[in-house]
């Protein structure tokens, strides 16, 4: 069974930075997109960013300039650079991972931003 292990998070002061990273425990075939999504309390699951084959991505916008997606298809990971973190950055960070037949998803991993 695939696992998503996701790691990175931790506590950042309001303007730091961080670096999730998320890996495959297998390879995933016919991998169409690669991201993370959020939830913070109280809040329904959100898209963060997510990068598709080809290369393009979408962001959220609220994070668009600060955050940064990559990922290396053929070692079935993806990164998060997160630059200029804000409170409302605060949430669970949920690795995520499609293919033509169904959704992968990590544990999740806490990302809290102080002021």
């Known amino acids: 069974q695939v696992q998503l292990v996701e790691s990175g998070g931790g506590l950042v002061q309001a303007g730091g930075s961080l670096r999730l990273s998320c890996v495959a425990s297998?390879?995933?075939?016919?991998?169409?997109?690669m991201g993370w999504y959020r939830q913070a309390p109280g809040k329904q699951r959100e898209l963060v960013a997510e990068i598709f084959t080809g290369g393009s991505t979408d962001y959220a916008e609220s994070v668009k300039g600060r955050f940064t997606v990559s990922r290396d298809s053929g070692e079935n990971t993806v990164s998060l650079q997160m630059n200029n973190l804000k409170p409302e950055d605060t949430g669970v960070y949920y690795c995520?991972?499609?293919?033509?037949?169904?959704?992968?998803w990590g544990q999740g991993t806490q990302v809290t931003v102080s002021s």
């Open positions: 297998q390879n995933i075939f016919s991998i169409g997109a």
């Open positions: 995520h991972v499609q293919n033509r037949l169904r959704d992968f």
